[in-house]
């Protein structure tokens, strides 16, 4: 069955950087846009950042323009989230998902905790 895998969240001070990546395994990654979700507690799931299956085009959520790069490599079935000048408010569990819009399938990786605090 299709797999994603998150992996890169952590403890991170106000102004620091990470680097999430999500990894597919048994699809066609290609094939797939690819998204950051975020959910912080007691708040809904919300997109973060989203690009073309080519790689030729993303988009990001208003609160995160300028912080926050989405990438990917399909050589290596990868996504990326380069996360910059984080804050607090950054705080979330990060979900990656894939969407073939075609088929109207998608998939949810399991999610890695980001917490910015001093």
């Known amino acids: 069955q299709v797999q994603l895998v998150e992996s890169g969240g952590g403890l991170v001070q106000p102004g620091g950087s990470l680097i999430l990546s999500c990894t597919g395994s048994?699809?066609?990654?290609?094939?797939?846009?690819m998204s950051w979700y975020r959910q912080a507690p007691g708040k809904e799931r919300e997109l973060v950042a989203d690009?073309?299956?080519?790689?030729?085009?993303?988009n990001y959520v208003d609160s995160v323009k300028g912080r926050f790069t989405i990438s990917r490599d399909n050589s290596k079935n990868t996504v990326y989230l380069q996360m910059n000048s984080l804050k607090p408010e950054d705080t979330a569990v990060y979900y990656c998902?894939?969407?073939?819009?075609?088929?109207?399938?998608?998939?949810w990786g399991q999610g890695t905790q980001v917490t910015v605090s001093s």
């Open positions: 690009i073309t299956s080519s790689g030729g085009g993303t």
């Open positions: 048994r699809l066609t990654f290609s094939m797939y846009a």
């Open positions: 998902n894939a969407a073939h819009l075609g088929l109207r399938l998608q998939y």
